[in-house]
C-alpha cells in the first residue's frame, strides 16, 4: 500500500512569491493535515481537510491556505513568501475518526 | 510554557541499553498520545499509540501514559544503533480530528 506523497520534496523561492505543495493521501483515506517543522518551533499544526473542507485551523496567518479535491489529494498555498517560511511542510493522512496520522516525507521550502 | 514538554536530548546510549524518552503535559483534556520516530530528512514514522491511561508494549518498545501526573514515556528495551533518531511525543484531544499538539523532539544516538 503506497504511503503519503508529497510533491515536490525540494524547493527554493524568494521573497514575496508563493509556493504550491501538493500531497496525495493513503488510498482510503479522507482526512489530510498539514504541519510545518522548523528547528525552532517543532511540529506545528497548519490545518486539516475532509470531505473538501477545512475542518481545523491553527494559528498561523492568511497566507497559508489549503484545499482538498474530490479525490482527497490536497495542497497548500503560501503567498508572499517571508525568509521565515523556510521550513519542511509535513503532509498526513488519517481514517475518518481516528488519531493516528500517517505523514509523507515532506517538502523542504527555502526561501530566499 | 508550551503544552507539551520534552527534553531535546541528545541522549547517547550504547547499543543494547535500555532507553527512556518522557514528555510532560499541562491540557489535562488530552485524550490520545502517540510517539513518532522521525531519522534524518524524514517524515515523522507513528510508533506507539495509546488512548487515555495504561501501558502499551510492541516489541522492543512499551509507552506509558499517567494523566493523572500528565506525563508520558517511551521505553526503547535494547536499543540498537537503526533506533539512532528524533522521537516525538504527540497529543490530542477528542474533538480536534487532525491536530496534534507535538513536543520538540529528542534525539537518540545509539553507539555500537
Not at chain 1, 527554493?12 to 483515506?29: N, Y
Amino acid at each position: 500500500k503506497a504511503g503519503v506523497t508529497q510533491t515536490p520534496r525540494y524547493l527554493i523561492k524568494t521573497r514575496g512569491q508563493q509556493v504550491t505543495l501538493s500531497c496525495s493521501p493513503i488510498s482510503g483515506h479522507r482526512s489530510v493535515s498539514w504541519y510545518q517543522q522548523t528547528p525552532g518551533q517543532g511540529l506545528q499544526f497548519l490545518f486539516e481537510y475532509f470531505s473538501e473542507t477545512q475542518r481545523n485551523k491553527g494559528n498561523f496567518p492568511g497566507r497559508f491556505s489549503g484545499r482538498q479535491f474530490s479525490n482527497s489529494r490536497s495542497e497548500m498555498n503560501v503567498s508572499t513568501l517571508e525568509l521565515g517560511d523556510s521550513a519542511l511542510y509535513l503532509c498526513a493522512s488519517s481514517l475518518e475518526g481516528r488519531k493516528e496520522l500517517f505523514f509523507g516525507e515532506g517538502s523542504r521550502l527555502t526561501v530566499l | 510554557q508550551k503544552e507539551v514538554e520534552q527534553d531535546p536530548g541528545p541522549l547517547s546510549v550504547p547499543e543494547g541499553a535500555i532507553v527512556s524518552l518522557n514528555c510532560t503535559y499541562s491540557n489535562s483534556a488530552f485524550q490520545y498520545f502517540m510517539w513518532y520516530r522521525q531519522y534524518s530528512r524524514k517524515g515523522p514514522e507513528l510508533l506507539m499509540y495509546t488512548y487515555s491511561s495504561g501501558n502499551k508494549e510492541d516489541g522492543r518498545f512499551t509507552a506509558q501514559v499517567d494523566k493523572s501526573s500528565k506525563y508520558i514515556s517511551l521505553f526503547i528495551r535494547d536499543s540498537q544503533p537503526s533506533d539512532s533518531a528524533t522521537y516525538l511525543c504527540a497529543m490530542s484531544v477528542y474533538n480536534q480530528g487532525g491536530k496534534l499538539i507535538f513536543g520538540q523532539g529528542t534525539e537518540l544516538s545509539v553507539k555500537p
